[in-house]
């Protein structure tokens, strides 16, 4: 450990006990007796006031006075914050500006010897995430508030992209990223039960002045889980897909970026996803044409014929009655 994270760690063990003693620092932290005396040295000469006291009873403790010391963190602890700012911007955090502006804060305050230790591990990490506006940024901070104070609010909403918004009267319980796009939980006051929202597909917000009590044992995480384990994540109807085809055709498909978060069964000569409707009558023909003879679409009906009729279409627009 390094001796910056060691002197932090010091000054931990001295806020979270009444008097230790430097065996007792030494043992903690497995380092000898005489650096902990360097270090209670160390931090003496920074202006903390560390008391020491000789005798049987006796160890070192803070002055009573000293009751709230400046925020520290390991240089560890900082290379997580950092790390994990950088999800947090990738997945569309709504508050990354105030995330950032926090790390600013805290670097402003570092050493040398962390700034660098920082610099060395933060240079050759970072998250691609998919591209993205800033255009629901205000809309997640505004429903985020109104999770925060149980407020009643007004949505329009379309569960298909072609749909003309609907107006919904929700009790918002809670908010939740996964797979690359953020849900809404809540109580529908036209449903009467909990129904959740895709948030990019929610097109306008407004509070209506009421307040709702969120019942004491709701969890977004085990809500969302067991919908998504039961594959009805939203109102939106729901397609199993089936595919045959070559192992390394099905791996593809496996692990392609948007397909995997869909995929419910993968054999060895067969691959089952469960979709939303509109997603493989719009998406997915336009994708799966590109594997070519590779694959076999087994089921739904209506996915092979999109796909035949795109086929078609292709075969007009290049065929070659039409060049010169």
Known sequence: MAKWDNLLAILWLLKARKRITAM???ETLEI?????????DALCASGVPIIAESGHDGGYYLQENFLETPLFFASTELKAMVHAALFAKGAGYPFS?????????????????QMDYLKRHTEGFDVIAPARGHAMEPLLQQLEQAVANAETILIAYTKKKADNPVERKIDPYGLAYRFDRWYIVGFCHLRQDLRTFRVDRIHHFSPTGDTFERPSDFSIRDYLLNRFNSFQI?????????IAGKEKSLDRLAEHWYLRHYLVERRDEQIH????????????????????ASIHILEPAVLKDKIGELVKELAQHYSLSQLP
């Open 24 to 26: 007792q620092i030494a």
């Open 32 to 40: 000898s007796v005489r650096t902990v005396y360097r270090y209670i």
């Open 97 to 113: 500006d105030h995330l950032a502006s926090a790390l600013e804060k805290i670097q402003f305050h570092l050493n040398e010897e």
């Open 234 to 242: 939203t109102e939106e109807p729901t397609i199993l897909v089936q």
């Open 273 to 292: 996803f469960m979709m939303e409707e509109d997603t493989v009558l719009e998406y997915l023909p336009r994708l799966l044409i590109t594997y070519g």
